[in-house]
């Protein structure tokens, strides 16, 4: 009866010994990784005192590629990376780029303007720029010394 304790209380050690094999297995195996069906690319999103700013990294899509839609001030951001390869006398044996389709969104805050938004595509960053409403930009208000 105790011997099959004792086994019971190694086998997480061998479970996650396997499972680290499986790892190292995969990581080595020489073979091209076929692209991920969905990517989610990285985003910066700050504000400023004039507007709110999403800076998205999506380096080797064409701009017509790229959708950029506002309902109910979610802002949703869609497009595709396509992976197109026909290179002769090279052979592959490891891929690491991602292609396929992409999707973020963010919730705009209710004081920007989103009628004035506007994006620009430039060296693989997206950058979307969503004026604040006159009204809610911020102002530097300077206090008075009486003496």
Known sequence: MLLGRREDIFRPFRELQREIDRLFDDFFRTEVRPAKEFFAPDMDVY???DEVVIEVEIPGIDRKDVKITVEENI????????????????NYYYVERSAGKFERAIR?????DVEKIK???KNGVLTIRV???????????EVEVHE
């Open 47 to 49: 504000e400023t005192d």
């Open 75 to 90: 802002l949703k951001i869609s497009g595709e990376k396509k992976l197109e390869r026909e290179q002769k006398g090279k």
């Open 108 to 112: 705009l805050p209710d004081y920007v």
């Open 119 to 121: 994006a620009e595509y």
């Open 131 to 141: 004026p604040k409403k006159e009204e809610r930009k911020s102002k530097v208000i």
